[in-house]
């Protein structure tokens, strides 16, 4: 695991600077703290600088050191990530005539590169970018991994390419001019986060997942090189479908614990991370080592089901309770995220990794579980809306939304009621309208107050749920559980949970692996049944079914928590300072973006407990603090 950065500058005639690279490479030193190294190939047109900082996982020894090159050194590579399947490719390339100088995964691509060329990306199992410069061709190849499990940014304008792991690191080139692109505001308020290709910078994108891009003769071409094939059903039993299952997550697992240095698992109690602990204590000798994270508030905190897993398995358990106080890390992760970033879970999913670090070097995790296995309760919504609205509208109207409406609003997000009502105000709207009220922070009527008349008219009139319609059309000849579950595989899981999880681990210099997103694992599960997913309004049926001999009942039939922050709590006390004096101050309100009366009328709302903004309140904070590290 370890940071990229480079260039390539077609404007040079001499080589690109030593300094300017390292001072990329300086920026991402929390992500490999433990060797530099660059790769310049000057003079020539166009000059390259590949810079990398290493995090050793495998192979310890200086062999590790990278950029690393073929044998003649007309082929260098930089890579961020893990590749699973090295040793078995390398088999095949050595029965191929191919010579290896060390044991590491990179030396793969390398010949892999020699091999398939731009399609090399599609032989690696594993989470990765890499860089690959092809001296003869004059060509650089960039790739992501299929789900976007690591980050991948880049730039081009007038003949000078740049690419990094991390915003800091890329705009550390001195060539990114900081232009805001207001067009990223709205997708940020709506989702929490801004997404691939888009970035809060005019002229930075996002390499997609599973995508690669190859630059020659100064011409950028994207290819996409994987899907996940939601449309192609395999005739399996529910038993044989069990089995086959259980086998690629045991091999999933198994082939994420190789490492040289010490492993463990971040154990929060809920069925994802309890099953990848489950197994790995199957598979390993020594005891797993696990940490979780809680709150002293009761409706926020999971330790009780952490524990219970962690006495089941007799793991080596560690813990760390989350205060308001946390938010003095805020300062570190604006300027590891880059840009802003709405998920609130950020700050404890920073905390826990920071003291799994003290531990271990790598930590497995349950991220991707809901995607793959239909876990989130808004599935379940999409099928009751649809039985709701068949209800004759005498009963609706006058019975049932009535009695909910007079029922008093609870100052509390996770609340049933709150629940209740927002489902009932989306449940008449169409489908995937009804899904993106359900998941918006700031849904459209919200953002409609919320913007001045000046900003709306420097914005265009597309919408943020454009992008959900993109991929809710590219679906429609599947069912609609299908359909929403390639939406979030390829929106929520990749811009949001992947994105936090890689941040917080990296600033912390912890690997984090995800065996849920085993690309084979997802190939298969979704080639099933939708009612495998999802059977009788059961989320996660069939893993569910799987795990029910080694997962203790009260983990698995326990109500989803997520890993919800009390924001809210919080901002009506210990934060409710830092809330008013950032959002109201001159600075913040002169920016234009939005209506002054309207802020005041929420945060009033939200302290008198008349309804919860915290979402709203946190996104718009993170908007602001966001401008004051990296605009004024």
Known sequence: MCGICGIIDYNSQGKISDEVLRRMCSRLKHRGPDDEG?????PATPSVGLGHRRLSIIDLSDTGHQPMSNEDGTIQVVLNGEIYNYKELRIGLEERGHRFKSNTDTETILHLYEDYGVDCAKHLDGMFAFAVWDQRAKMLLLARDRFGKKPLLYYYQSGRFCFASEFLALLASGFVEKEINYQAIPYYLSFGYIPAPLTIYCNVLKLPPAHILILKDKEITI???WRLDYARKINISRNDAAEEVLRLLKEAVRKRLYSDVPLGAFLSGGIDSSTIVGIMSQLTEKKV????????EEGYNELKYARNIAKRFDTEHNEFIVRPNALEVLPLLLERYGEPFADSSCIPTYYVAQQARKYVTVALNGDGGDEIFAGYERYRAIYISCWY???PLFLRHGFIEPIINRIPYRPYSKNKI????????GVTLPVLDRYLRWIAICDNEFQNGLYSDEF???ISEDKPEGILLSFFNKSEDLELLDRFLYIDTNTYLPNDLLVKMDIATMANSLEARSPFLDHRLAELVASLKVDFKMSWLIKKYLLKNIIKDFVPRANINRPKMGFGVPIGKWFRGELKSLLIETLL???SLNRGYFNTDFIKDIIKQHLRQKIDYSQQLWSLLMLELWHRRFID
């Open 289 to 296: 080592k696990t940490f979780s994270i809680g709150f002293e």
């Open 456 to 458: 709306i008219k420097s």
């Open 389 to 391: 609205t068949k209800i």
């Open 223 to 225: 290819e996409q090189y």
């Open 418 to 425: 709150n629940r209740l009502k927002r489902f009932l105000k």
């Open 585 to 587: 101050s001159q600075k």
């Open 38 to 42: 660059v790769y310049l190939n000057g």
